[in-house]
């Protein structure tokens, strides 16, 4: 399935759900990124986002 990335505004056909954008009128949008930027950004995926989580950003713990 092709997606817009958020961050560069292009199409790709490996859209990463990273987030879960929060709106007024209740039901949230997921946020997609292609594999480039998320790495770029360092965001985890939605789908590794521990349980409690409410979709906000959540960026990779980059090690030291
Ligand atoms: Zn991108």
Known sequence: MTK????CNE???E???VALEHVASGA???VYLCPLC???LGLVPLDQHPRDSYGFP???AHAL
């Open 38 to 40: 998320r790495y770029a």
């Open 4 to 7: 817009t990335c958020r961050e």
């Open 58 to 60: 959540l960026y990779e």
């Open 11 to 13: 199409d790709t056909d």
């Open 28 to 30: 949230g949008r997921v």
């Open 15 to 17: 859209p990463v759900p």
